[in-house]
């Protein structure tokens, strides 16, 4: 039933495919979380590639790709990792993957640059992956990350991550491409402008099926007219005033 919905959306059989979900718009599915990803998976055949992001809820713990939870990208993101034969980023900004690509989407990938080029995004780009939102909406969708670092954005915010050096705990500074990401509601427009988004019925959410080079085309293109395009105002909350505030 579900995957009959998700290939009527359009996801390719043998594809790569990045997903990020909300269960409780998506269920209840038959199975619960592991009968949705078994959903994705049938849709995806053997040759497929299913891909989620399983980075940390919590910055103040060194991540331990066995053990630390990822409960804020939802029930299905925390079930995936767990599930047998599901690789996991050595990363605090971890995704997961199972498939023939899982090994290259998850190997190592750099602290400083959560989303860029060289990370499970970018490896989702460069094989011409798809992204599905399931009942999830723009503002959870990493690709338009990445776009924002391949159209150049000079906005960055401070942030810090707890590692461990050496088997010693540190903290890792770093500036990230970062706001509050309502307005990456914006990106639906764009690529609904040009018919870059296919949108149907999975389970009983309304989801939304893209190319990731589509994604990062249209970020692209509408940054470099408008660098702060996904920007607030100033005064309307704190992480788009500090990211504002970064291009002085
Ligand atoms: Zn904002």
């Known amino acids: 039933m579900v995957a009959a919905q998700l290939k009527a ?4 059989p043998g594809g790569v495919l990045l997903v990020h979900t909300s269960f409780s718009r998506t269920g209840p599915v038959e199975g619960g979380p592991e009968g949705l990803i078994g959903a994705l998976r049938a849709a995806l055949g ?26 804020g990208m939802g029930v299905v993101a925390d079930t995936f990792w767990r599930m047998p034969g599901v690789l996991r980023s050595d990363s605090p900004h971890a995704f997961a993957a199972s498939g023939p690509r899982a090994a290259e989407v998850t190997a190592p990938h750099p ?13 989702v780009l460069d094989l011409d992956g798809q992204v599905l939102l399931l009942g999830a909406e723009q503002d959870s969708n990493t690709t338009i990350h990445l776009g924002e670092w ?4 000079r906005y960055r915010r401070p942030k810090t991550l707890a590692v461990l050096k050496d088997g010693v705990p540190a903290v890792f500074h770093y500036a990230e491409i970062d706001h509050c990401c309502q307005r ?23 989801s939304r099926l893209m190319r990731s080079r ?4 249209t970020v692209v293109e509408h940054l470099r007219a408008d660098e702060t395009a996904f920007l607030h105002p100033f005064g309307v ?4 005033d500090d990211a504002r505030a970064s291009l002085g």
């Open 237 to 240: 909350d704190e992480e788009c």
């Open 214 to 217: 589509d994604v990062v085309a």
């Open 150 to 153: 391949l159209a150049g954005v």
């Open 46 to 71: 053997p040759d497929g590639t299913l891909v989620m992001p399983s980075m940390t809820d919590d910055d103040e713990f060194p991540f331990d790709p066995n053990q630390t939870p990822c409960r």
């Open 111 to 123: 602290l400083d640059v959560p989303h860029g080029p060289d990370s499970p995004v970018g490896r």
């Open 184 to 206: 990456f509601a914006l990106v639906d427009e764009w690529l609904d402008a040009h018919e870059r988004q296919r949108r149907g019925q999975v389970g009983r959410a309304v």
């Open 9 to 12: 959306l359009g996801v390719e």
